[in-house]
């Protein structure tokens, strides 16, 4: 089993800045992919930002240039660094880990936390 645990999430005001942390443990075989995505109250849970083994990364476009995903393989761990938050930012962020064992991917999700920009 592999837990995947969030921290970072709060209340901010516009304009501010957040980071968001994910640590993965447990029975990893090999982890292809990590990311963040959100879900606002009454809509549905959309990609945030996605880092792959490689490095390699993709952004929503309401977020590129705000926010920065990177990620420590030895760490299993992911961050979501958010600069200039907006109030559109408020959701629920969840951290998903792609885990590649061989023969198919397994995502796993954590809890999720709250990030609220509001004045």
Known sequence: QVQVVESGGGLVQPGGSLRLSCVASGSIFSIDGMGWYRQAPGKQREMVAVITSDGTTNYADS?????????????????????NLKPEDTAVY??????????ATTDYWGQGTQVTVSS
């Open 63 to 83: 977020v590129k240039g705000r926010f920065t995903i990177s990620g420590d393989n030895a760490k299993n761990t992911v961050y979501l660094q958010m600069n």
């Open 94 to 103: 969840y951290c998903n880990i792609k885990d590649w064992d061989t023969f």
